[in-house]
């Protein structure tokens, strides 16, 4: 008798610590939850580039309608609600699209440079398709313009990777969350295996031709010069790192939200390992402020709340897509980091320090891709606790 009321009692207390815990959890998100309002006028009021265009909708997108995202339970399909604001941002990469087919590029004196930048835009502008029945032809047409010029016109490196870059062959860390989240997405919508597989494929050679050893680990380089065969910089920068964390992890998502996730558990374990091994160098090499450095090796080290944010987010949606990869380790960290940029929000909503989007080894004033990935940060941080 008396073991079994031990062992009762030892329940009543774990599921009193547990409850605890939650409640603990909870009160340390809503504490900084009132802070999205002013950081997403703050990106809103910044966007000026492709990439912006593609960023901002994602975050606007797990703000407003997280169901829709791909971290959602059924983001594939329609829910009865429309995402006004996310396919405003779509519509508008639509409407700018270039004749080649990429999104978001018609803005001053024409084109940007990239190949991979406007593909950003994708996944909202294949949301579109199946939210407003009003576009669905227009949506349908932007979408497989897009997807051409991906699969068909984009330069191709060596080994066979879409370029980030349009007029050479570059392999650039940002362009895992550019171009191949889109492809993921359209080919889960699209019932199409062949391109999901695609998807994946991109995310193995940019690993395979970035990943190099770091002072914490394994980590990515910025850029490679297919053309060269040398690094146009080879530096571990922390949003570059960040970038390619939150690319593969929407893919991973995209593909274990499709009806390929039973016939991909290989491809979304090795997404989950690749995850896994930046957040352990970028978080191992964090400064003394709690956030990752601009370079964790050869560049700046002054602290960057972009890449901190961004990875803080990644660490949070781990822990909800594998959690017995992402433990408490990573989630303890995450709350550290997310604490630390969010403490550093000024009256204008504007998160610093950060590093300046064009000069990556400088100290920025504004920059869209921060904001964004900051209130994806607390979209993330929300949805893991259940707020």
């Known amino acids: 008798m008396l073991p079994h009321l031990c062992t009762v009692f030892s329940l009543v207390v774990a599921s009193a610590v547990a409850q605890s815990s939650q409640i603990d959890r909870v009160a340390a998100y809503k504490k900084h939850a009132g802070m999205a309002a002013k950081i997403r006028g703050a990106m809103i009021g910044s966007i000026r580039t492709s990439w912006e265009q593609g960023t901002a909708a994602e975050a606007v997108l797990q703000q407003d309608n997280p169901e829709y995202s791909v971290f959602g339970d059924n983001p594939f399909q329609t829910g009865g609600n429309t995402p006004v604001t996310t396919l405003q941002f779509a519509l508008s990469a639509s409407v700018r699209q270039s004749g080649d087919g990429r999104l978001s590029q018609l803005v001053g004196d024409g084109a940007d440079g990239a190949a991979l930048d406007g593909?950003?835009?994708?996944?909202?502008v294949v949301l579109g398709t199946y939210t407003d029945s009003n576009r669905k032809s227009y949506w349908q047409s932007s979408a497989d313009a897009q997807l051409n010029y991906l699969l068909?016109?984009?330069?191709?490196?060596s080994t066979g990777a879409i370029s980030h870059r349009s007029t050479a062959k570059e392999y650039w860390a940002d362009g895992m969350f550019m171009g191949f989240p889109f492809l993921a997405i359209y080919g889960a919508v699209a019932d199409n295996q062949t391109i999901v597989?695609?998807?994946?494929?991109?995310?193995?050679?940019y690993r395979d031709a970035l990943l190099i050893d770091g002072p914490t680990g394994k980590l990515w380089a910025h850029i490679f010069s297919d053309d060269t065969q040398q690094?146009?910089?080879?530096?571990?920068?922390?949003?570059?790192?960040?970038w390619a964390a939150l690319g593969m992890q929407h893919v991973q998502a995209a593909i274990l939200k499709s009806q390929f996730a039973s016939s991909m558990t290989a491809q979304t374990d090795d997404l989950s390992a690749w995850i896994k091994e930046i957040l352990d160098g970028t978080f191992a090499a964090l400064t003394s402020d709690n956030l990752v450095p601009d370079y964790v090796s050869g560049g700046a080290n002054f602290g960057d709340a972009s890449a901190s944010a961004a990875l803080a987010a990644v660490a949070f949606r781990g822990a909800s897509l594998d959690p017995s990869v992402f433990t408490?380790?990573?989630?303890?960290?995450?709350v550290n980091v997310a604490n630390a940029v969010?403490?550093?929000?000024?009256?204008?909503?504007?998160?610093?320090p950060l590093v300046d989007p064009i000069n990556w080894g400088d100290v920025g004033s504004l920059s869209t891709?921060?904001?964004?990935?900051?209130?994806?940060?607390?979209?993330?941080?929300?949805?893991?606790?259940?707020a």
């Open 342 to 352: 969010l403490s550093n929000v000024d009256n204008l909503g504007i998160v610093s």
């Open 369 to 386: 891709e921060g904001q964004a990935f900051s209130l994806m940060m607390l979209a993330a941080w929300r949805d893991w606790v259940g």
């Open 197 to 205: 597989q695609n998807a994946y494929d991109q995310c193995r050679l």
């Open 119 to 124: 593909a950003s835009a994708g996944p909202h």
């Open 152 to 157: 068909n016109t984009a330069p191709r490196t």
């Open 328 to 334: 408490s380790n990573y989630t303890d960290t995450a």
């Open 231 to 242: 690094f146009s910089d080879q530096g571990l920068w922390g949003t570059g790192n960040g």
